[in-house]
């Protein structure tokens, strides 16, 4: 599946919750991440977020697609990451 993550996390964890999403998906920008992931890596994921958040404080937004094709992604401005030149 084809997802983007968006997160707003407090100062002091944002560092840690970076470093945990770039580990399953390509960072886009600023607390934005978007990839192809499994089901279970997704999970694996979610579990390892939240055990970095505070629920009360922090949040997390998911975006699911059956795949990136139906996706239509307009991009205005520099892009941050680009992800269309990985072999």
Do not use: P
Not at 10 to 39: A, P
Not at 45 to 74: V, Y
Request: hydrophobic share 45%; net charge positive; with cysteine.
């Amino acid at each position: 599946m084809y997802v983007i993550l968006v997160y707003d996390i407090g100062e002091k964890r944002v560092g840690r919750m970076l470093k945990h999403c770039r580990k399953y998906l390509n960072w886009i920008q600023n607390s934005v991440f978007e990839g192809d992931i499994t089901e279970v890596k997704l999970k694996e994921m979610l579990l390892g977020a939240k055990k970095i958040m505070d629920e009360e404080h922090d949040s997390i937004i998911l975006f699911k697609s059956r795949d990136a094709k139906w996706l239509d992604k307009q991009i205005i401005g520099r892009e941050m990451m680009n992800i269309d030149n990985f072999l």
